[in-house]
């Protein structure tokens, strides 16, 4: 069974400084991995995306995150975060199951909070 | 192109009621999954349906159960609702063609259970 584990239920960071929210997986076999924004009272929005091609991964709004299958992580950053990323970020992961599909497991979120 | 759709966007029901939610897929999708997100929870796997049959179902009761219709589009049904069943309901679509692991979702709906 795989398994998502997001470290920190809240990040604040300054306006201008180093966004790093932190996802762990567990997954027998090779994962997808991917990560998601949540904007209040919205919807999930795809982020970025891993499907074993190239480990480091570019994504919208300037974020990108690296696969490590050595330390099993998948931390997202942000070089300079902006007001506009204060949202809640998902961790997910995606691993083939029975009859072809794909079984989407989800993290429990980490609320980023921007300080001006 | 119109992304993934869900209706209502808010609802109130009393325990014990039914309530049934909606959702319209992207276009071009076939799949339609469907999550439960309570409140500072990250989203809950459900079920999922492709080709109008129930392919592929999470830890919930029966008192879930869905459908799927030729056109994709697909339907949640809760019975019995309890006050733990308020939550905020999503819709997720994807394609076997292009891959079932990148899934779309929609906006969702906000079911309260009084």
């Known amino acids: 069974a795989q398994s998502v584990t997001q470290l920190g239920s809240h990040v604040s960071v300054s306006e201008g400084a180093l966004v790093l929210l932190r996802c762990n997986y567990s997954?027998?076999?090779?994962?997808?991995l991917f990560w998601y924004v949540q904007y209040p009272n919205q919807g999930l929005q795809l982020l970025l995306k891993y499907t074993s091609a190239a480990t480091l991964v570019k994504g919208i709004n300037g974020f990108e995150a690296e696969f490590k299958k050595s330390e099993t992580s998948f931390h997202l950053t942000k070089p300079s975060a902006h007001m506009s990323d204060a949202a809640e970020y998902f961790c997910a992961v995606s691993v083939p199951f029975s009859g072809g599909y794909q079984k989407v497991t989800f993290g429990t979120g980490t609320k980023l909070q921007v300080i001006p | 192109d119109a992304g993934v759709t869900q209706s209502p966007t808010h609802l109130i029901k009393t325990r014990g009621q039914q309530v049934t939610l909606r959702c319209s897929p992207k276009?071009?999708?076939?799949?339609v999954s469907w999550y439960q997100q309570a409140l500072g929870q990250g989203p809950q796997f459900i079920f999922q349906y492709y080709e109008e049959e129930e392919r592929q179902r999470g830890n919930f009761p029966d008192r879930f159960s869905g459908h799927q219709f030729p056109n994709y589009s697909s339907e949640l049904n809760v019975n019995a609702l309890l006050l733990g069943d308020s939550a905020l309901y999503l819709c997720?679509?994807?394609?076997?063609?292009?891959?079932?692991?990148?899934?779309?979702f929609g906006p969702g709906t906000r079911l309260t259970v009084t």
């Open positions: 997954s027998s076999v090779p994962p997808y």
């Open positions: 276009s071009g999708h076939d799949t």
């Open positions: 997720a679509s994807s394609s076997t063609i292009s891959g079932l692991h990148e899934q779309y």
